[in-house]
């Protein structure tokens, strides 16, 4: 079984652009959450996605939004980056919700000039 | 605000040695306390912990939870040098998101 892929693996962009993450969920599961990774706040929250809803946020700003696609694929969108979203970000996928264990792509590794 | 803290923050330890990682927690309507090991760039799944007493192992690994505490540990015996890597420890309450600790990051020297 294919595990979760993001896409792309690294990107390179400059303050004030936008950015669009992609996330493939491991085939069957219908949960999918986003997470920011940096080396002083460690993992967190950003939103988690069920059959095409929103179903929890976390403390980012309206930058920061998302979807997610009938077949359980979702993207992320950053707009007006600043340089403080360079950061890993990663997805991971769920077979429902109700804490079944997250299994975590290789994210997507954002830089912002 | 559900909160996760994990200590120490950093280890190191020489191979053969057995380490001891620590997790807290304030989940509200807590439910489940997982651990990941993360490498190089995707964390993946340990164990998952719901209740009190019972302790879940995986070879070299073991875990258990104590609910009245509020805390969990993670056990590692006869460490090898692929256990270096960061460990991380979540809580999933009535939210139904996780929220995760900083992380320990294990050194094993040979």
């Not at chain 1, 340089?83 to 299994?103: K, M, N, V």
Request: charged share 20%.
């Amino acid at each position: 079984k294919a595990g979760v892929t993001q896409t792309p693996r690294y990107l390179i962009k400059t303050r004030g652009q936008q950015v669009t993450l992609s996330c493939s969920p491991i085939s069957g599961h219908r949960s999918v959450s986003w997470y920011q990774q940096t080396p002083g706040q460690g993992l967190q929250f950003l939103f988690e996605y069920f059959s095409e809803t929103q179903r929890n946020k976390g403390n980012f700003p309206g930058r920061f939004s998302g979807r997610q696609f009938s077949n359980s694929r979702s993207e992320m969108n950053v707009s007006t980056l600043e340089l403080g979203d360079s950061a890993l970000y990663l997805c991971a996928s769920s077979l429902d919700r109700g804490h079944s264990p997250l299994h975590f792509g290789n994210g997507t590794r954002l830089t912002v000039t | 605000e559900d909160k996760v803290v994990q200590s120490p923050l950093s280890l190191v330890v020489h191979e053969g040695d057995t380490v001891t990682l620590n997790c807290s927690y304030e989940v509200t309507n807590f439910r489940s306390l997982l651990w990941y090991k993360q490498e190089k760039k995707a964390p993946t799944f340990l164990f998952m912990l719901t209740s009190s007493g019972i302790e879940k192992k995986s070879g070299r690994l073991s875990s258990i939870l104590d609910k009245k505490e509020l805390f969990s540990i993670l056990n590692i015996t006869a460490t090898q040098t692929g256990d270096s890597a960061i460990y991380l420890c979540a809580g999933g309450g009535g939210s139904e998101k996780l929220v995760f600790g900083k992380g320990t990051k294990l050194t094993v020297n040979p």
